[in-house]
């Protein structure tokens, strides 16, 4: 599946990944290949992007993210490396 993030300063991410967790307003939660269709608010917290290579973890300030038809878009407010 893709994966996008988008920050209002940058494209941060795009690219092919095997599974992405993010933190959910009400939890934190994994999105993997085939998913159902959603959309979610994020919190503060950690994002953590796999692919069949490596696993990155970056933080972000918040956001939305919607999957739909093997495309995760996420929207970040801001993104941090640590």
Do not use: C, W, Y
Request: proline share 4%.
């Amino acid at each position: 599946m893709t994966l996008e993030i988008i920050t209002p300063d940058k494209k941060f991410f795009d690219g092919e990944v095997t599974s992405v967790t993010v933190p959910g307003s009400m939890g934190s939660f994994e999105v993997l290949n085939n998913h159902a269709p959603i959309i979610s608010t994020l919190d503060r917290g950690k994002i953590i992007i796999r692919t069949n290579a490596k696993t990155q973890t970056f933080f972000i300030k918040g956001g939305v993210i919607e999957v739909l038809n093997n495309k995760v878009m996420l929207l970040a407010e801001g993104v941090e490396i640590h």
